[in-house]
């Protein structure tokens, strides 16, 4: 079974109030997270028709503060489906209600993994792509697990050796003071 990703986008939008802003008067990044959280985990359990957990959550950079009284938008789509898990894009934009003015604050990347009722991990449809821009969103999701698979393999590897990685640590602000054991 294949479904499109128009199936299963979702956009919601949350006026921000003072009681989810942090110390210096903008919302707090925390907040922002578990609205992402919950978007990514509506949007897999849409195109999944299961109940999804979170597994990993990949860059999310925080471009521009939100402000309270802004009206926040998230957008997610499925951007990759593998045999159990998804990836969820997520757009976060916020909108000065009096101005208009809209600001790109985040994007971000939640993969989840469809539950079946005996908790265990299940196949979800695959996905069907109509344009050039999930075809790039589909190939980037690709590039992010290839690079991570690679740099767990670099690093969690038996051979892994400090020494051949000392010298790439000149010129940056780093001080070694390893232990003699």
Known sequence: MYKTVDASRIQISQLMLPSHSNFSGKI??????????????????????????TASVDTVDFINPIE???????????????RTSMVIGIRVESENIQTGEIKHCNSSYFTLVAKGNDGQPIKVPGIIIN??????????????IETKRQRQEEFDSTSFSLKDY????????????????
Do not use: P, W
């Open 28 to 53: 707090h990044g925390g907040y922002i997270l578990n609205l992402m959280d919950q978007i990514a985990f509506a949007c897999a359990s849409k195109h999944s028709g299961a109940y999804c957990v």
């Open 131 to 144: 344009d050039e821009t999930e075809i790039k969103r589909f190939l980037k999701a690709i590039k992010r």
């Open 68 to 82: 309270v009284g802004e009206l926040v938008t998230m957008k997610a789509s499925v951007n990759y489906v593998g």
């Open 166 to 181: 000392i010298k790439q640590l000149e010129g940056y602000r780093v001080k070694i003071e390893l232990s003699k054991k």
